[in-house]
C-alpha cells in the first residue's frame, strides 16, 4: 500500500543544537514531496518541496531537505533549533502515477528546550 | 494577496444533521482542495476541485460532498453527521492543483455531539 511513514511521533531538541526529521514514503515513481508545518490551533504552512532536479532543496526559515532515490527518504534538515520552531511537522507526497492523490505522514511533535 | 479564509471557525452539530463549511481561496487560485484531521486518522484528502469541477476524490464516503463556484470559492457539505466525523477540515488553495504546491487556510474545527 502506498504509504508515507514518519518514524518519530515525537523529538525533543535544545534551542540551538541542529534538527533532523525522517520521512519515508513507498511509491514506485518519484512523487512530489512536500514538508508542511502545524502551530497549534493553525493550519499547514509549506516549508518546501521536491519535484525535480537537485536533490537538496531549501526552505524557509532555514530549513532544508534531501531526497533520496535509493532510501525512497525525504528528511528534513535545521542546523540550529530555535524555540519558535516547536511545532508539528507533516510530510506529505503527491503521486500521480495511480490517479491524483495526495497523503500526509502522522507528523512529528518538535519540542524545543532552552 | 490574502490568504485562504475559512467559515466558520468552530462549529457544534447534533448527530444526523448536515453541516456546510465555506473556503475562500487566493486570489487567482482555481484549485481548491479539502482535507479532514483527526487525531486518529491524522490528515486525509477528501477532494480537489478545479475551475467549477470535481478532479480528485480521496477515500471518503458518499456523505461528504463538494462544490466550486466560478469566483474559485468552495463549500464542503458533511450529510447525516456521525461522531466520527468530529475533525478539523482544512481548505488549501493552488494556482495549478493540489499535487503542487498548496496554501492552507486556518480550518473548520467540527464538533458533533
Known amino acids: 500500500a502506498q504509504s508515507v511513514t514518519q518514524p518519530d511521533i515525537h523529538i525533543t531538541v535544545s534551542e540551538g543544537a541542529s534538527l533532523e526529521l525522517r520521512c519515508n514514503y513507498s511509491y514506485g515513481a518519484t512523487p512530489y514531496l512536500f514538508w508542511y508545518v502545524q502551530s497549534p490551533g493553525q493550519g499547514l504552512q509549506l516549508l518546501l518541496k521536491y519535484f525535480s532536479g537537485d536533490t537538496l532543496v531549501q526552505g524557509i526559515k532555514g530549513f532544508e531537505a534531501e531526497f533520496k532515490r535509493s532510501q525512497s527518504s525525504f528528511n528534513l534538515r535545521k542546523p540550529s533549533v530555535h524555540w519558535s520552531d516547536a511545532a508539528e511537522y507533516f510530510c506529505?507526497?503527491?503521486?500521480?502515477?495511480?490517479?491524483?492523490?495526495?497523503?500526509f505522514g502522522t507528523g512529528t511533535s518538535l519540542t524545543v528546550i532552552p | 494577496k490574502a490568504g485562504v479564509t475559512q467559515t466558520p471557525r468552530y462549529l457544534i452539530k447534533t448527530r444526523g444533521q448536515q453541516v456546510t463549511l465555506s473556503c475562500s481561496p487566493i486570489?487567482?487560485?482555481?484549485?481548491v482542495s479539502w482535507y479532514q484531521q483527526t487525531p486518529g486518522q491524522g490528515l486525509q484528502f477528501l477532494f480537489e476541485y478545479f475551475s467549477e469541477t470535481q478532479r480528485n476524490k480521496g477515500n471518503f464516503p458518499g456523505r461528504f460532498s463538494g462544490r466550486q463556484f466560478s469566483n474559485s470559492r468552495s463549500e464542503m457539505n458533511v450529510s447525516t453527521l456521525e461522531l466520527g466525523d468530529s475533525a478539523l477540515y482544512l481548505c488549501a488553495s493552488s494556482e495549478t492543483g493540489f499535487l503542487y504546491e498548496q496554501y492552507f487556510g486556518p480550518g473548520t474545527r467540527l464538533t458533533v455531539t
Open positions: 486570489s487567482g487560485h482555481r484549485s
Open positions: 506529505a507526497v503527491g503521486e500521480g502515477n495511480t490517479g491524483n492523490q495526495f497523503y
